[in-house]
């Protein structure tokens, strides 16, 4: 969450601890999954407009 940085193996289910493998951030991985929603929520609502992650009918 601190750069953005997205990928698979930041992420170790079995101790379910975060590791960014670009910066280096280190946090629960339960805990950052509700931060980048949070994260989502905000965009939508500040800019009115469906994020890329949401299907829409």
């Given at each position: 969450?601190?750069?953005?940085?997205?990928?698979?193996?930041?992420r170790?289910?079995?101790?379910?601890?975060f590791?960014?493998?670009?910066c280096?951030?280190?946090s629960?991985?339960?805990?950052i999954?509700?931060?980048?929603l949070?994260?989502?929520?905000?965009?939508?609502?500040?800019d009115s407009?469906?994020?890329?992650?949401?299907?829409?009918e």
């Amino acid at each position: 969450p601190c750069c953005g940085h997205v990928e698979k193996s930041n992420r170790s289910k079995k101790i379910h601890l975060f590791t960014c493998k670009n910066c280096g951030y280190k946090s629960n991985d339960d805990r950052i999954g509700a931060m980048n929603l949070y994260r989502m929520g905000i965009d939508y609502l500040a800019d009115s407009q469906v994020p890329d992650t949401v299907v829409t009918e």
